[in-house]
C-alpha cells in the first residue's frame, strides 16, 4: 500500500503514486500481457454482450454481470470508461454506492476476455482487479477475481437481491423469488444467474447450465 502523498513523502512514494493514478502502471501480480494496441475501445455500433467472451480466468461473475449490463444499457457500460491522451483507460466502478476511477494502461491480461474487434471488455477486467485492490483490499492480481455476488452492484451502484434456491422452500421459490426474477428480466433489468449443480436433458444428454458457473 502506497498511501496518501504527504507531508514527509518519499520521491519513491511520489513517483509510484504518479505511476499508479496517473500512467496506469499498478500492474496485477504475474500476469502476461496481450496489448490492446490496433483494437478500438468499442466496436462500430457500441458495447455489446458479443463483446465479452471468458478466457482462462474463473471470473464469469464479473463477465456475467457485464453481459447483463451491456445487454438492458450500452450506453452505461460507455459512461465508465474513458480513453485517456496519454494511452490509459481511467474506469469507473462503485464501493458502497460511491464512484471511485481507477486507471489502467492498455496490457490487458492474454488469459483473459477478448475480443478481435474491441478491447472494453479486457480494459474492464484489469481493472476491476485494480479496483478492488485499491479499495476492497484484494490482492492485486488476475487470481482474486473469481467469485462474488457484488459485482452488478461494483458496476451499477445500484442496490441488488440475490435469492439462493438451497436457503428457501420450494412454495416460496415458485410463488415468490421465480417471479421477481422473471418481473426484472421482462422489465429490462439486469440478472445473473449462479449455477451449482450442471443442468442436463434427460432427452438428450445435452448439458443446458454449466455447474460452478454463472450467467446473465
Not at 451491456?70 to 462503485?94: C, G, L
Not at 477478448?114 to 485499491?134: H, K, L, P
Request: with cysteine; proline share 3%.
Amino acid at each position: 500500500r502506497i498511501g496518501s502523498l504527504s507531508e514527509g513523502s518519499s520521491a519513491t512514494q511520489f513517483n509510484q503514486l504518479i505511476s499508479t493514478w496517473f500512467d496506469g502502471a499498478n500492474d496485477p501480480k504475474s500476469s502476461s500481457s496481450d496489448h490492446v494496441d490496433g483494437r478500438p475501445l468499442f466496436a462500430k455500433g457500441g458495447p455489446s454482450i458479443n463483446d465479452i467472451t471468458q478466457g482462462y480466468i474463473g471470473d464469469c461473475s464479473l463477465l456475467s454481470a457485464l453481459q447483463a449490463v451491456v445487454e438492458t444499457a450500452p450506453d452505461f457500460i460507455k459512461s465508465m470508461i474513458v480513453q485517456n491522451p496519454n494511452d490509459t483507460y481511467s474506469v469507473r466502478f462503485f464501493n458502497k454506492g460511491v464512484a471511485q476511477w481507477v486507471t489502467v494502461d492498455g496490457n490487458a491480461y492474454s488469459s483473459g476476455t477478448n475480443s478481435a474487434t474491441s478491447s472494453w471488455a479486457a480494459i474492464v477486467e484489469r481493472a476491476n482487479v485494480d479496483f478492488e485492490a485499491t479499495y476492497l483490499n484484494e490482492v492485486n492480481a488476475y487470481s482474486s477475481l473469481p467469485g462474488g455476488y457484488d459485482k452488478l452492484g461494483e458496476i451499477t451502484g445500484d442496490t441488488y437481491t440475490t435469492f439462493r434456491a438451497v436457503y428457501t422452500t420450494e412454495e416460496k421459490w415458485n410463488t415468490t423469488d421465480f417471479d421477481i426474477l422473471k418481473t426484472s428480466v421482462l422489465n429490462g433489468q439486469p440478472v445473473q444467474l449462479s449455477i451449482w449443480d450442471s443442468s442436463v436433458n434427460a432427452d438428450t444428454g445435452q448439458t443446458n447450465l454449466v455447474g460452478g458457473h454463472a450467467f446473465a
